[in-house]
Nanobody, 114 residues
Framework: QVQLVESGGGLVQPGGSLRLSCAAS????????MGWYRQCSGKERELVAFITSGGATNYVDSVKGRFTISRENAKNTVYLQMVSLKPEDTAVYYC????????WGQGTQVTVSS
């Protein structure tokens, strides 16, 4: 089993930046993909970005050019760098990891507002 701990959310003005972190522990050798979903109030959870064990990345169209996902293998940590944030990016962001199953973090709130 994989445990995930997220950090880095908060309140930021439109156009601002935040970096989310997700630290994995447990059966990390079994992880093939890590990434981020987000869920806005009253909406379904949306895949934002993911990165494979080989380093391939993918993004939802709405964040391309603004968000960057990366991983630091030595720290078993995945990051989501978010720039040029918009009010519509406001959501709870969940880290996930694919191993023998799907593992989720507890979620971190990102609020973009003036």
């Amino acid at each position: 089993q994989v445990q995930l701990v997220e950090s880095g959310g908060g309140l930021v003005q439109p156009g601002g930046s935040l970096r989310l972190s997700c630290a994995a522990s447990g059966s990390i050798f079994s992880i093939s993909v890590m990434g981020w979903y987000r869920q806005c109030s009253g909406k379904e959870r949306e895949l934002v970005a993911f990165i494979t064990s080989g380093g391939a990345t993918n993004y939802v169209d709405s964040v391309k050019g603004r968000f960057t996902i990366s991983r630091e293998n030595a720290k078993n940590t995945v990051y989501l760098q978010m720039v040029s944030l918009k009010p519509e990016d406001t959501a709870v962001y969940y880290c996930y990891a694919l191993s023998t199953g799907v593992n989720w973090g507890q979620g971190t709130q990102v609020t973009v507002s003036s």
